[in-house]
């Protein structure tokens, strides 16, 4: 058996575990040693985040979306309610209402700073409900397998056979129109993609050896799931939200054009498009001015969805 | 008993106290696992055949020794491992770990055996977290049975430095940024972090080129010292098997053909099935080389495996009584030691070539 005793070679140069040196103090060593810091998966995926202008450009208009619409009372020039019979569908650049008046009179800069309130909280609490319930399913689902995941997956399909804006005014008309039952609409249509795209994932994980290993540790399921599971997940389950964000506005845009979401006076988005198409052959331009704002937020949300999928998709 | 407490006996026992008991009694015994995996079809999902990845296996790891589990893809050596960590749970079958039942009245439960028992896999990549500093996977075993968290990463570092990783350089690190030794070795710290009386290895080196193989298995053996451990090796690579067990187990198709020591099986294979094996290894003499496979076709499908003997379809001293009767597993060199399941062994069973009945082969 030559060649088996060849294996165990004592002085193998390439083996630098064979010779066991004692250790030197501590404070040599400290000094001699270079600590390794470590580049954290999460601070290299914000590295390449900032080197990617789109990405950056559109958090930066999100960003910026999202500050004037908290702060609409301080920034907002008008109020977004007081009417002017006299004034009405004022186009833009007019003296004391830089993006002039709609069909009442009322000012169009405030009332669309005011409407990205409601448009931003319609889009994204939905999604984030929709993250919780449905990521909790889907990790269920996917994890335990088997006749769970049956249960789970086949009651998703039943709601996600229906078109999700034909499901969301199904479920708003049902239940009366108003920015919460909107809200409830749009969860209840979010989640079963959401739970769709965390069990195939969940599954996917689930297969890894990682997963055994800390089984064979003797944690408890939550526990495997929590510390090895759910660091896997969450990545790519953001990024889907992400763009779910888009989804989410234009279809609570959409539930208020046709009357289901906000009612009037409010200010929302999909109901200023709504109520200003029939100036559309007076003054164009206005009338466009809600769907660009729609437009731009989504798209923006897109595009940072995309910027972080390729900064988080790294074959590592 | 406080967490802490339980953590300082485990910590204490593979010195004194584990030993001097393990003398008496096999470390782990198996008796009778076995595992058939559901094959679903059918319009309704049904059940319509069953794999018999493991089909009644039994056998003893004594501490303080390696056991070497060889066989071809397939026969189930890694089920049999998966099945003793209850990572799949079995079908069938008795599992007493240094004298305690799993699953037994006053026995023991599967977290404490996992305590006891942990694994190492073959796929050093697939086996780690890729999200989590290799520091913070081999803290987090201790963390689960309750070591505070700075004593766990305390024994980390000092694992990442028995497996010859310097701690300050590697603790922080992620998977990716690690060569395949490296992983492999921070797997085997993670294995050890409980502090184990048994290792199973499957396949833990395997997938590493030759000289980190080589490393790797220097580095088991020195731990086995250092930290009085139990291996069950399994592997296809019969020089590395031979290497480091003290005896061997051989599989086909879900079953035991032989097992014995290592030297007597490797010398003097009993079951037709080791002798092809051990003549599939290639030679380091080009004169000697062989042209002829010592085994000619596949495996039967363990769905259907053949009755009797498992190996009578490419056994070439298969005869009738083999088809109707499946062979024991009977010992007979080295005081019993050496164990084979062949009628051709067995005296009097009824094949041409056993020993007539009352006489020791």
């Known amino acids: 058996m030559t060649q088996v005793n060849a294996v165990r070679r004592p002085a193998n140069p390439l083996d630098e575990t064979r010779d066991r040196t004692p250790a030197p103090p501590a404070a040599a060593k400290e000094s001699a040693v270079v600590v390794y810091k470590g580049q954290s998966y999460w601070s290299n ?14 958090g930066l208009i999100v960003l910026a979306i999202i500050l004037v ?19 009405r569908l004022a186009p833009i650049g007019t003296a004391g209402h830089p993006l002039g008046t709609d069909e009442l009179g009322r000012d169009m800069l405030s009332r669309l700073i005011y409407g990205g309130r409601i448009s931003l909280m319609m889009g994204l609490t939905p999604v984030g409900v929709a993250l919780a319930v449905g990521g909790l399913l889907g990790v269920v689902a996917g994890y335990a397998g088997g006749w769970v995941n049956m249960m789970i997956m086949r009651f998703m399909d039943v709601f996600y056979a229906f078109p999700s804006i034909m499901l969301a005014i199904a479920i708003s008309g049902a239940l009366g129109a108003g920015i919460g039952n909107g809200m409830l609409a749009l969860t209840l249509v979010l989640i079963p993609s959401i739970t769709r795209v965390t069990e195939s994932v969940t599954t996917q994980v689930r297969a890894y050896d990682f997963v055994d290993a800390a089984r064979a540790t003797g944690a408890s399921t939550t526990r495997v799931i929590v510390t090895h599971v759910l660091s896997n997940v969450l990545g790519p389950i953001f990024i889907f939200a992400t763009s779910l964000v888009s989804v989410s506005i234009i279809i609570a845009s959409g539930l208020s054009f046709l009357g289901l979401g906000v009612s009037p006076p409010e200010a929302d988005w999909g109901l200023m498009l709504s109520t200003l198409r029939q100036a559309i052959y007076i003054n164009p331009m206005l009338c466009a001015l809600p769907g660009i704002m729609i437009f731009v937020t989504s798209l923006c949300f897109n595009l940072m969805s995309d910027g972080l999928r390729s900064a988080m998709d790294v074959r590592l | 008993m406080t967490a802490a407490a339980r953590m300082e006996k485990v910590a204490i026992a593979p010195d004194g106290g584990a030993l001097a008991k393990s003398s008496a009694q096999p470390l782990l015994i198996v008796r009778n696992l076995r595992k058939y995996f559901p094959v679903k079809g059918g319009l309704l999902n049904r059940s319509v055949a069953q794999v018999k990845a493991v089909d009644g296996v039994s056998f003893q790891v004594m501490a303080g020794e390696v056991l070497g589990i060889v066989g071809e893809s397939g026969c189930g050596k890694s089920t049999t491992a998966r099945l003793l960590m209850h990572l799949l749970t079995p079908d069938e079958g008795e599992v007493i770990f240094d004298g305690l039942g799993l699953g037994a009245r006053d026995g023991m439960t599967v977290k404490e055996l996992r305590r006891n028992a942990q694994m190492v896999f073959q796929d050093s990549y697939a086996s780690l977290n890729p999200r989590l500093p290799v520091e913070d996977t081999i803290a987090f075993g201790p963390m689960v049975h309750g070591l505070p968290r700075a004593e766990a990463k305390q024994r980390a570092r000092g694992l990442l430095e028995d497996v010859g990783l310097a701690p300050e350089r590697f603790g922080r690190r992620y998977p990716h940024e690690l060569s395949g030794g490296q992983r492999q070795r921070i797997n085997i710290a993670r294995a050890l972090a409980l502090q184990p009386r048994l290792v199973f290895l499957d396949e833990a080196v395997s997938a590493l080129d030759k000289s980190v193989e080589a490393q790797v298995l220097n580095l088991l053996v020195d731990l086995k010292e250092e930290f009085n451990l139990t291996y069950v090796f399994i592997s296809h690579d019969l020089n590395v098997v031979h290497y480091i067990s003290d005896r061997v187990l051989v599989m086909y198709l879900g079953k035991v053909v032989e097992v014995g020591p290592v030297g ?18 290639p030679s380091m003499d080009p004169d000697r080389r062989k042209t002829e496979p010592p085994l000619s076709g596949d495996p039967p499908t363990p769905i259907n495996p053949p009755s009797g003997c498992r190996f009578r379809t490419r056994c070439a001293f298969a005869e009738e009584i083999c088809g109707r009767v499946e062979p024991p597993l009977l010992g007979f060199g080295d005081a019993g030691a050496h164990q084979s399941a062949c009628h051709m062994n067995s005296a009097g069973s009824g094949h041409s070539l056993a020993a007539p009945a009352g006489t020791a082969a």
């Open chain 2, 264 to 281: 007597s099986v490797y010398s003097r294979p009993a079951h037709p099935y080791t002798r092809a094996l051990l003549s599939s290894q």
């Open chain 1, 69 to 87: 619409s908290v702060f609409a009372p301080l920034i907002a020039p008008m109020d977004p309610y007081q009417a002017k019979m006299l004034g």
């Open chain 1, 45 to 58: 995926v914000g590295r390449r985040l900032r080197s990617d202008p789109t990405t950056v450009v559109c």
